[in-house]
């Protein structure tokens, strides 16, 4: 298999941007999910989870290494004023922390098909980019398992030009100069659901398919145990069972 898409999202929930090659080190694709948008009043950070709305945005890295956020209409800022004005409530745009230490919670649905607005809970998220879980930092799908699912529902760091990445599970490869260790399969919740720019419409079946096929999970989460430069058009080289 080889890469033939390679995506980093810098802001947790909004669109992200299309590479031809990147860094990945031990935190994944440098500025993957590097920031995030948090409520000021319940100090949850949100995911479009629970609000859908921020799939409709996007962001992407400047020049200088900070990161700018496009809307719906166009418009490009990192005004929190302007942003709020977006969401309909006061957030702010965060970095991760530096020290890799503090942990942020999100706000989650109790039922995410049709949520009560008058109910919550909150998940913890990973340490330092906010990731959803600190063991998956690099996430890779294959156009033979995406089928006719279009890409961007599943939000993958690398997408596979093939069929298998099920099968990398508990295996180690080298993909350009990055060194991996795969290990499970990653969850899917109601995210993938959702509609999105581009002509990508609500499709609940989406959710229920991988469930019913697949034990609910779809894509392969990896650790980075040598960092390097990985290109569109690089093979995956399986080095150890």
């Given at each position: 298999?080889?890469?033939?898409?390679?995506?980093?999202?810098?802001?947790?929930?909004?669109?992200?941007?299309?590479?031809?090659?990147?860094?990945?080190?031990?935190?994944?694709?440098?500025?993957?999910?590097?920031?995030?948008?948090?409520?000021?009043?319940?100090?949850?950070?949100?995911?479009?989870?629970?609000?859908?709305?921020?799939?409709?945005?996007?962001?992407?890295?400047?020049?200088?290494?900070?990161?700018?956020?496009?809307?719906?209409?166009?418009?490009?800022?990192?005004?929190?004023?302007?942003?709020?004005?977006?969401?309909?409530?006061?957030?702010?745009?965060?970095?991760?922390?530096?020290?890799?230490?503090?942990?942020?919670?999100?706000?989650?649905?109790?039922?995410?098909?049709?949520?009560?607005?008058?109910?919550?809970?909150?998940?913890?998220?990973?340490?330092?980019?906010?990731?959803?879980?600190?063991?998956?930092?690099?996430?890779?799908?294959?156009?033979g398992t995406l089928g006719t699912w279009d890409r961007r529902r599943f939000r993958a760091n690398v997408v596979l030009d093939g069929a298998g990445e099920d099968a990398l599970r508990?295996?180690?490869?080298?993909?350009?100069?990055?060194?991996?260790?795969?290990?499970?399969?990653?969850?899917?919740?109601?995210?993938?659901?959702?509609?999105?720019?581009?002509?990508?419409?609500?499709?609940?079946?989406?959710?229920?398919?991988?469930?019913?096929?697949?034990?609910?999970?779809?894509?392969?989460?990896?650790?980075?145990?040598?960092?390097?430069?990985?290109?569109?058009?690089?093979?995956?080289?399986?080095?150890?069972?």
């Amino acid at each position: 298999m080889r890469v033939r898409e390679l995506w980093r999202y810098p802001v947790k929930s909004l669109q992200g941007e299309r590479l031809t090659e990147g860094e990945v080190g031990p935190l994944g694709i440098e500025g993957d999910r590097r920031w995030a948008l948090f409520d000021r009043d319940t100090g949850f950070g949100l995911t479009a989870r629970r609000v859908p709305e921020l799939l409709f945005g996007a962001a992407r890295l400047r020049p200088d290494g900070g990161v700018e956020v496009v809307l719906p209409d166009g418009t490009t800022t990192v005004d929190e004023a302007v942003l709020s004005g977006w969401l309909g409530r006061r957030v702010e745009l965060r970095a991760a922390p530096d020290d890799d230490v503090d942990v942020p919670t999100y706000e989650s649905a109790v039922d995410e098909d049709g949520p009560d607005p008058a109910e919550w809970l909150q998940w913890e998220g990973a340490p330092g980019p906010f990731h959803d879980s600190p063991r998956i930092r690099l996430s890779l799908v294959s156009t033979g398992t995406l089928g006719t699912w279009d890409r961007r529902r599943f939000r993958a760091n690398v997408v596979l030009d093939g069929a298998g990445e099920d099968a990398l599970r508990g295996t180690e490869a080298e993909l350009g100069g990055a060194r991996l260790r795969f290990g499970t399969g990653i969850p899917r919740c109601v995210m993938t659901t959702r509609p999105q720019p581009g002509g990508i419409a609500r499709d609940t079946s989406v959710l229920k398919t991988v469930h019913r096929e697949r034990d609910g999970v779809l894509a392969v989460r990896a650790a980075v145990l040598t960092a390097g430069r990985v290109r569109v058009g690089d093979e995956l080289r399986r080095t150890a069972d």
